[in-house]
């Protein structure tokens, strides 16, 4: 397990954003992370091959980094993700993720974000404790469970075999475990659905949606802190890439998905993930 700077990064550490205007439109320096986990020494051993204790130390990779990136301010928002395969853009064969840090929070967190705040101005409650708790009451869209985590595809899912992994217990911070969370469950569970979807299909994203770094307080944040411990809730989401033709990536924003998600679910609970190969 190793933690480096990207070979090619996106974006770089040193500097200020100079944001400025050009007419209507913002213009800022490359400033953030960019940096790259090695998940394993070996190379031909990818995520859904290692063990559960292998898979922990990844997720504490990826916890650790959120942590020290948050430290500073300028960072808004922290990324963690994976592409897996070619059709997800894998610059490498050898098995790694991804840690970026942007002075902007990605417009998909955006939306979380104002979704879940408005839920909770409205109803009190955290929008994604609901939606778990429906996925377990009714059962149809559960995958498969460990612990105090849910594997589930979600309603309306995006792409055929998209699936989300949650915590039953309300967290907004994936890198801040409550106390007596176990993340050797969660690397089992996750384990076990790499390996049930490698046999639908080789090519992923898999993207940690956490809260984003409370020491920002400008901008699009200011208005989000009062109620963000209460209202938002870390998971992780995979998308797969099946490979045929699919207006759900040819058209962003829309998606068109011809599987639906209880059959999704019924035909990844059919996979045994427990095999390693």
Known sequence: MRVIPSVRPLYRIEGETERAADGIYDRMALVGAD???????????????????????????WASRLTDLKRDARFKYITVFKNKGLLAGEDWSHSYSQVTA????????????????????????????????????????VVDSQGDYVAFCPYASRVPYEFWIMPRPHNHQFEAPLPGANRGNLAALLGRMIRRLRQVCQDYHLVVHTSPNERQTKGELADYW???????????????????????YSIKEVYFNGLLPETAAENLRQIDGAKRS
């Not at 902007?104 to 967190?109: A, G, H, K, S, T």
């Open 35 to 61: 940096e790259i986990v090695i998940e394993s020494p070996d190379h031909a051993r990818n995520l859904g091959d290692m063990t559960d204790e292998e898979i922990v130390r990844v997720t504490d990779a």
């Open 102 to 141: 942007t002075t902007f929070v990605p417009r998909r967190i955006l939306y979380e974000l104002r979704a879940a705040r408005e839920w909770f101005r409205e109803r009190e409650r955290c929008v994604f404790c609901d939606i778990l708790r429906q996925e377990e009451r009714t059962k149809k869209r």
């Open 226 to 248: 009062r109620t963000i411990s209460s209202d938002y809730h870390w998971h992780i989401e995979v998308l797969p890439i099946i490979q045929s033709r699919s207006k759900s």
